[in-house]
């Protein structure tokens, strides 16, 4: 029985690795190891859910972390500068301190917005204070639906 924790997709998308993302604190896993997802094209708002069980440790509109009871941070990041954008375009369901399920809805938000920003809309998903490469992906390169398995903590 395979007791290790998986981290599931947040959003819908195509798995890519973090030396794709074009911003160099992810690119150069500054701030740990993971993958991040290009989402799928989308119409309307994007629901990003929590990708592990555990309580939310900070809370933007742009990015939050989950730490699971492992004591795991897990950082999902929408967007990249998205944080100039101010919380524009972005609306949270949950709030810092919620306990949440692997799978429960914790921010959406507008990737028109994103765009009409000029920002990239990828989404990192990362290990917190994880070493570089300590996380592999059987998933690069293939679309994901959300919670989808991405990758198992070490």
């Keep these: 029985m395979n007791d290790a924790q998986l981290i599931l997709s947040p959003v819908a998308g195509q798995v890519i690795s973090l030396g794709e993302v074009p911003d160099p604190v992810f690119s150069a896993q500054m701030v740990g190891s993971g993958v991040a997802l290009r ?48 919380g524009e375009g972005f609306d949270l369901v ?38 570089p490469d300590s996380i592999t992906s059987a998933h690069i390169g293939t679309d994901v639906a959300t919670g989808d398995p991405l990758f198992e903590l070490p």
Aim: glycine share 8%; no cysteine.
């Design 94 to 131: 949950a709030a810092e301190g919620d306990r949440v399920q692997a799978g429960d809805l914790v921010v959406t938000y507008d990737p028109a917005a994103i765009a009409a920003a000029g920002y990239s809309d990828v989404v990192p998903v990362v290990l917190m204070d994880s070493k």
């Design 39 to 86: 989402p799928a094209a989308s119409d309307g708002r994007v629901e990003v859910r929590s990708p592990v069980a555990g309580k939310i440790l900070k809370l933007h509109p742009h990015a939050f972390v989950v730490f699971t009871d492992d004591k795991a941070g897990v950082l999902v990041h929408i967007g990249i500068d998205t944080v100039k954008m101010k």
